[in-house]
């Protein structure tokens, strides 16, 4: 049997790890300031410093042609709906929660990744993805029972996982020739400055720059618009579906960042989930001996 190679596992792992605690420090950071000025802020620098990186250290080209074009759609649903509507939905519902809905993104990838390129899922990989919702809903039952929750916060999380999954098929359907650092700073830059007409429009109340704002960011910047989505462009490029089946661990990690941070509990139901993820993801990564 071929295995799966170990940079593939670590690659995986650590993007789940970082993806995961983006609900826990967006909810700390909209406890200072408006969401779409913490996310609009967060776009605008960490696009710069990526743009820095790309053409000061790197020496990229820049875009040309319809890769503009590209560059705008896949940043207009992986940074300006996905994030936006995600941080919006902030407001109204728990991490424990949001953690749940991300384990959405893997139906969505493999059902318009089956349309978009005429892929026919194969059974092992539909065999995971029931296995890692049922282990992420047993997880996430006694969060269910007591989190804060609304209609709206609710719809708009599934349009978010919606326009991320749609974001994630456009971007390995396209055939890149830029590199991949210069793909993700211009996504995330494109992204802001569709974003801020609304944070302006919407702005409603004061926003302070304390501490607790810039370590929210600063974490939101560095490790995950950086570093996770980084790992997330690498994984997309070698199967969009295999991808996808790495967002089964992210609520796991996000029910442990929100046990160890926000008290909420950690139980039997949390475990068996996690198990059954686990199985998940090595039925759905493992290949068939040739």
């Not at 896949?74 to 809905?101: C, H, K």
Request: charged share 10%; with cysteine; aromatic share 16%.
């Amino acid at each position: 049997m071929n295995k799966v190679s170990a940079s593939h596992i670590i690659t995986g792992l650590l993007f789940s790890m970082l993806w995961a605690s983006a609900s826990v420090a967006g909810k700390f950071g909209i406890y200072s300031a408006e969401p779409l000025v913490l996310f609009t802020t967060r776009f605008f620098l960490a696009g710069s410093i990526l743009l820095a990186f790309t053409y000061a250290v790197q020496k990229s080209r820049l875009p040309v042609g319809k890769e503009w074009m590209q560059l705008t759609i896949f940043g207009a649903f992986n940074t300006t709906l996905y994030l936006g509507l995600f941080v919006v939905a902030l407001q109204f519902v728990m991490p424990g929660i949001t953690s749940l809905a991300i384990a959405l993104n893997p139906l969505f990838i493999s059902i318009m990744s089956a349309i978009w390129m005429k892929r026919r899922v194969k059974s092992q990989e539909w065999l995971s993805i029931l296995l890692g919702i049922t282990g992420v809903a047993i997880a996430a039952y006694p969060l269910l029972q007591t989190s804060y929750a609304t209609p709206l916060g609710l719809i708009l999380l599934a349009l978010s996982m919606i326009t991320y999954s749609f974001g994630s098929v456009y971007y390995a359907a396209i055939p890149w020739t830029l590199p991949r650092t210069t793909i993700n700073a211009w996504q995330v830059f494109i992204g802001g400055l569709l974003l801020s007409p609304f944070a302006l429009i919407f702005h409603s109340g004061d926003n302070h720059f304390d501490l607790r704002f810039w370590l929210s960011l600063g974490w939101l910047i560095f490790p995950v618009s950086i570093l996770a989505v980084q790992l997330w462009l690498r994984l997309l490029k070698s199967d969009a579906v295999k991808a996808s089946l790495w967002l089964y661990l992210c609520p796991i990690f996000g029910f442990l960042y929100s046990t160890l941070l926000l008290n909420e509990p950690f139980t039997i139901y949390t475990f068996v989930g996690t198990v059954l993820v686990m199985l998940a993801l090595y039925i759905g990564q493992r290949k068939k001996s040739v």
